[in-house]
């Protein structure tokens, strides 16, 4: 891979990964029609950490007391741990902690109810359908079905919904349509938000929420194929060193501009525009499936 494609896939990484047009499904096709099916997986861990960037700066202060308040959640069970056993065993009378006692706290139980399915169901596609070499048959198929939602996306009610009136069956769900979306064609984002809306989340939360809940997932899978970067096949030399961090700061970059314009685009209600987008593309990748 030369430093002319890392920054192209760093881009199309930046673009489908926040805006609802699926990133893998972009990097799959354009890997396979323009011969780079070689590229390592060093290249997609550091693709996706560069989005993560972006993310981190956006939502820095949302981020922030998520990291806070989850630590104290921390240090809340250990304190009602210690109060149960010297209450049960040492005739004491403590009263309980109660844990989830603010906005930011439910956030971070919700976000942790969301990945919990999220990583259940990226396990089994991994292995069902082979998502590190996918065919193109797969993301085409994916990119109709994330058409059809993007396209009754602007028609949902704004629900309403912030963290505190979300409920954890609300986060389970959303969870799922996040582990669907490992499929290379379904827009995480897109997904997500839809879902979201359905469950009756508030249209600004919902974007919100979609992105910050791709943090633990994605560092998940991640971590997952660190080992593998160490074998053989997957190691780099110094000069392709160079063109994946070029790649990882063009995803950060394009991705940051990508989240604000994101937040835009559903508050005026244009996500319509990118169903019409879906199905072009699929239609190309099924076309190029047939014609390869």
């Known amino acids: 891979m030369n430093f002319f494609e890392s920054i192209v896939l760093g881009f ?3 673009v489908a990964e926040f805006l609802p047009v699926s990133s893998s499904g972009h990097l799959a096709i354009f890997k396979t029609l323009f011969g780079l099916e070689d590229v390592g997986l060093a290249f997609d861990l ?4 560069g989005t993560l960037i972006a993310v981190f700066i956006v939502y820095r ?6 990291i806070k308040e989850g630590l104290a959640i921390v240090a809340d069970c250990c304190r009602n741990t210690a ?38 169901l990226g396990l089994v596609f991994k292995k069902v359908f082979n998502l590190d070499h996918p065919s193109l048959i797969i993301p085409g198929i994916a990119l109709l079905i994330t058409g059809l939602m993007l396209s009754i996306v602007d ?19 959303i969870g799922i349509a996040q582990g669907v979306a490992t ?5 995480r ?3 997500t938000l839809t879902v979201g809306l359905l469950n009756g989340l508030d249209r600004s939360f919902a974007v919100k929420y979609s992105f910050i809940m791709s943090i633990p997932a994605i560092l998940g899978a ?22 994946y961090l070029v790649g990882t700061a063009v995803a950060a970059v394009v991705g940051y501009i990508c989240i604000k314009t994101m937040l835009v685009i559903v508050r005026n209600k244009k996500m319509k525009y990118f169903s019409y987008y879906c199905f072009a593309m699929g239609a190309v990748a099924i076309a190029a499936y047939f014609i390869k």
Not at 156 to 173: D, F, H, L, Q, S
Not at 225 to 241: C, H, L, T, V, Y
């Open 222 to 243: 991640n971590i997952l194929e660190i080992k593998d970067m160490f074998e053989p096949a997957n190691r780099i030399s110094s000069g392709e060193f160079i063109n």
């Open 155 to 173: 028609d949902i009610p704004n629900g309403g919904k912030t963290p505190k009136n979300t409920t954890y069956r609300n986060a389970a769900v």
């Open 46 to 49: 550091m693709l996706h950490l």
């Open 183 to 187: 499929l290379p064609g379904i827009s």
């Open 189 to 191: 984002s897109g997904t």
């Open 12 to 14: 199309i990484q930046g």
């Open 83 to 120: 109060r149960f056993c010297s209450n049960k065993f040492k005739g004491g009378s403590y009263e309980y902690v109660k844990i989830v006692s603010t906005a930011y706290r439910k956030f971070v139980m919700l976000v942790i109810v969301s990945t919990i399915p999220t990583g259940i």
């Open 61 to 66: 202060s949302d981020i922030w007391e998520l």
